[in-house]
């Protein structure tokens, strides 16, 4: 019975719901029909557009995440150097006290005793990390600073193994010298030929020379009886064809600047060089290419190669033989046939 009267109240309960329903229909068709709306199918749309669109946003979400290599790895931290509290080791400020901490010092180039070599180094070459004088000594025997084969990446317990000699060389003083000829008069010879009077400013010594000849490093070039200042020689300096014109009666008032060059291998002076002079250290050929206030520029003539001489220092001269004498330049040299300026 039970059953039945609730079959009898489902019943009339959905009877009462579809004519709701009914009256709300027909109360919206007379609504739709005041404002005249009829409606219209849907278009049918390409969604591959769409997809691709989709398909891209789907590929950037599921993009891996990168992960930070302290996610399964307990981090490094230190004392705060002003709070104590425990901060991130590499650290520039303490998030806590915001007090600026000590730069992180790298193992690979700690130099504790400051003398150019890293303590790494130095323990492997079996020096004292803490002693800066062990960079001024020589391991093997080589001549060389253990500073100096460490600059160059050579093995200073190996006597084969050594830099350039040219890091060996210093700049002993730079002076200007005069130019020393000087034209005074011309002869005319029985044959026709000329032949041309030099005198050292100096008065020390006369060279008669015809063209063709050179004399003290210079070739008598050419000669002009009618020549803008008057009766003019040109000489041309055999190093680096240079010309240097001789007006008849009248010194040459310019100077060119002479170098010397020691080795602080072999503790002695090289000749006498002058701007765009060649000359021979440890077999190999280099030119003057430039002179500064405190250093001279060379040019290794095979490679082009440019290296900077600097002056020599007062421990370096302190250290040269006090009784080797500058060594006399060779007239080529010199060009001036006078020896050293020095």
Same mark, same amino acid.
């Given at each position: 019975?039970?059953?039945?009267?609730?079959?009898?109240?489902?019943?009339?309960?959905?009877?009462?719901?579809?004519?709701?329903?009914?009256? /709300? =229909?027909?109360? %919206? #068709?007379?609504? @739709?029909?005041?404002? $005249?709306?009829?409606?219209?199918?849907?278009?049918?749309?390409? &969604?591959?557009?769409?997809?691709?669109?989709?398909?891209?946003?789907?590929?950037?979400?599921?993009?891996?995440?990168?992960?930070?290599?302290?996610?399964?790895?307990?981090?490094?931290?230190?004392?705060?150097?002003?709070?104590?509290?425990?901060?991130?080791?590499?650290?520039?400020?303490?998030?806590?006290?915001?007090?600026?901490?000590?730069?992180?010092?790298?193992?690979?180039?700690?130099?504790?005793?400051?003398?150019?070599?890293?303590?790494?180094?130095?323990?492997?070459?079996?020096?004292?990390?803490? /002693? =800066?004088?062990? %960079? #001024?000594?020589? @391991?093997?025997?080589? $001549?060389?600073?253990?500073?100096?084969?460490?600059?160059?990446? &050579?093995?200073?317990?190996?006597?084969?193994?050594?830099?350039?000699?040219?890091?060996?060389?210093?700049?002993?003083?730079?002076?200007?010298?005069?130019?020393?000829?000087?034209?005074?008069?011309?002869?005319?010879?029985?044959?026709?030929?000329?032949?041309?009077?030099?005198?050292?400013?100096?008065?020390?010594?006369?060279?008669?020379?015809?063209?063709?000849?050179?004399?003290?490093?210079?070739?008598?070039?050419?000669?002009?009886?009618?020549?803008?200042?008057?009766?003019?020689?040109?000489?041309?300096?055999?190093?680096?064809?240079?010309?240097?014109? @001789?007006?008849?009666?009248?010194?040459?008032?310019?100077?060119?600047?002479?170098?010397?060059?020691?080795?602080?291998?072999?503790?002695?002076?090289?000749?006498?060089?002058?701007?765009?002079?060649?000359?021979?250290?440890?077999?190999?050929?280099?030119?003057?290419?430039?002179?500064?206030?405190?250093?001279?520029?060379?040019?290794?003539?095979?490679?082009?190669?440019?290296?900077?001489?600097?002056?020599?220092?007062?421990?370096?001269?302190?250290?040269?033989?006090?009784?080797?004498?500058?060594?006399?330049?060779?007239?080529?040299?010199?060009?001036?046939?006078?020896?050293?300026?020095?």
């Amino acid at each position: 019975m039970l059953l039945l009267l609730a079959l009898i109240a489902l019943l009339f309960s959905s009877a009462w719901l579809v004519k709701d329903i009914q009256a /709300d =229909k027909e109360r %919206a #068709a007379l609504s @739709l029909a005041r404002v $005249g709306w009829r409606g219209h199918p849907v278009p049918i749309r390409d &969604t591959v557009p769409f997809d691709a669109v989709l398909e891209d946003a789907r590929s950037v979400a599921a993009a891996p995440l990168a992960v930070s290599p302290r996610t399964m790895v307990s981090e490094v931290r230190v004392s705060c150097v002003k709070c104590g509290r425990p901060i991130v080791y590499d650290a520039t400020e303490c998030p806590f006290c915001l007090a600026e901490q000590p730069p992180i010092i790298d193992i690979e180039t700690l130099d504790t005793d400051g003398d150019g070599i890293p303590d790494r180094v130095e323990l492997d070459w079996g020096l004292n990390p803490q /002693d =800066k004088t062990d %960079a #001024a000594q020589d @391991l093997d025997g080589d $001549g060389f600073t253990n500073l100096e084969e460490y600059r160059a990446g &050579t093995d200073p317990r190996d006597p084969e193994s050594m830099p350039d000699p040219v890091i060996k060389l210093r700049v002993a003083g730079i002076r200007a010298v005069p130019f020393v000829l000087r034209y005074v008069g011309t002869q005319q010879m029985p044959g026709g030929s000329k032949r041309f009077l030099l005198n050292l400013q100096s008065l020390q010594r006369s060279y008669f020379a015809k063209l063709g000849d050179i004399v003290l490093g210079y070739k008598v070039e050419t000669h002009d009886p009618q020549g803008k200042n008057g009766e003019t020689l040109t000489l041309v300096r055999q190093s680096d064809q240079r010309p240097v014109v @001789l007006v008849k009666g009248r010194p040459v008032t310019e100077q060119e600047l002479a170098i010397l060059f020691v080795s602080l291998l072999e503790r002695r002076p090289l000749p006498v060089q002058r701007l765009n002079d060649v000359f021979v250290f440890h077999d190999v050929n280099y030119k003057v290419v430039d002179i500064r206030r405190d250093s001279v520029v060379i040019q290794k003539v095979e490679t082009g190669e440019k290296v900077t001489i600097p002056q020599i220092s007062g421990d370096e001269r302190s250290a040269m033989t006090p009784s080797t004498p500058p060594a006399a330049a060779p007239a080529a040299a010199a060009g001036a046939g006078t020896g050293s300026p020095w």
